[in-house]
Structures are given as structure tokens and as C-alpha cells.
């Protein structure tokens, strides 16, 4: 079974940083596309960053220059880290894997986890 679970959410002020990490069980992500995205309420997913290990990076023009995506080399964990964050990265964060086509939605989500900035 696989299965996504991201952790890394919390509370923090404007400029400052969190890291997310998104383990994965039953799935490794050699060669497939892990994404991020990020739901406001009431408002539909968007994805903001990818990364594919066989080759491809891509950031939303929103985070382009603050947050960083990476893998952690073994296939299981992709983090997302966040600096320099403001109020309107306040949203509940999903990782998204399993397509190996770059820009793909994969078939699996994680349950999400909440990123809240203070101003």
C-alpha cells in the first residue's frame, strides 16, 4: 500500500522558514515526478514546486527564489523548503507523486500539512 505523509507544517511570522518533508511507503520516487501543492480554502490545489530525479525542477512564479525543492538521494523523502515565507503561503501543503511524465499529477496524495504565517 502506498502511502505519502508529509510533516514539517506549523506557525511562524513573515520571513521566516520552514522545512516539509514528504516521506514515502510502498512507492520510491526514483525516476517519477513528486510535486507540492498548496490549497487555500475555497480556493482549488495549484502546484508550486516539482522535482523529478531522473532530471527537472520546476517552481510556481509565486516561490521561484524562496523555496527550494529537494530529494534526500535514497528515493523515499522529497522536502520542501520554504524561506523568506509571507501571509499568502498560508495554505495546507500535499504532496503529490507517482507519474513518471513530469507536470503528470501522480495518483497518490499525502494527507496535507498546515503552513500558517503570521504577519
Known amino acids: 500500500q502506498v502511502k505519502l505523509v508529509e510533516s514539517g507544517g506549523g506557525l511562524v511570522q513573515a520571513g521566516g522558514s520552514l522545512r516539509l518533508s514528504c516521506a514515502a511507503s510502498g512507492l520510491s520516487f526514483s525516476g517519477k515526478a513528486v510535486a507540492w501543492f498548496r490549497q487555500v480554502s475555497g480556493k482549488e490545489r495549484e502546484v508550486i514546486a516539482t522535482?523529478?530525479?531522473?532530471?527537472?525542477?520546476y517552481y510556481d512564479d509565486t516561490v521561484k527564489g524562496r523555496f527550494t525543492i529537494s530529494g534526500d538521494g535514497t528515493g523515499n523523502t522529497v522536502y520542501l523548503q520554504m524561506n523568506s515565507l509571507k501571509p499568502e503561503d498560508t495554505a495546507v501543503y500535499y504532496c503529490?507523486?507517482?507519474?513518471?511524465?513530469?507536470?503528470?499529477?501522480?495518483?497518490?496524495w499525502g494527507q496535507g500539512t498546515q503552513v500558517t504565517v503570521s504577519s
Open positions: 503529490n507523486a507517482g507519474s513518471r511524465t513530469f507536470g503528470r499529477i501522480g495518483a497518490y
Open positions: 522535482i523529478r530525479t531522473s532530471g527537472g525542477i
